[in-house]
């Protein structure tokens, strides 16, 4: 990571197919620099999106933690139904409900 000395708390998420995961990092050493949230069209990583079985039941668990939808839920052309939450370190997560089909 090009920090000397440092320590981390890492998690990893897997998808419930086994295909794909996420690797989660926390720096407990050295003390995180805080700065401001960066803008959407800035360079780097500020977002990341998650598809779930009921959108409704992740803004729940979401709202537990201090998130809540910076524009309220939409559809996307009928096919999911959507929503930004400003996560940790000021990330945004879409959140994604793929609607079913009649």
Do not use: W
Request: glycine share 10%.
């Amino acid at each position: 990571m090009g920090i000397d000395g440092n320590h981390t708390k890492i998690a990893v998420l897997q998808t419930p197919d086994g295909r794909g995961s996420i690797e989660l990092l926390e720096y407990t050493h050295p003390d995180a620099i805080e700065r401001q949230p960066a803008l959407p069209n800035e360079i780097g990583m500020h977002r990341v999106a998650f598809s779930v079985d009921d959108i409704d039941e992740a803004l729940a668990v979401a709202a537990g933690h201090g998130c809540y939808p910076l524009r309220g839920v939409a559809t996307y052309e009928g096919v999911y139904k959507l929503t930004y939450v400003r996560g940790p370190s000021g990330i945004i997560v879409m959140l994604a409900q793929e609607l079913q089909k009649a």
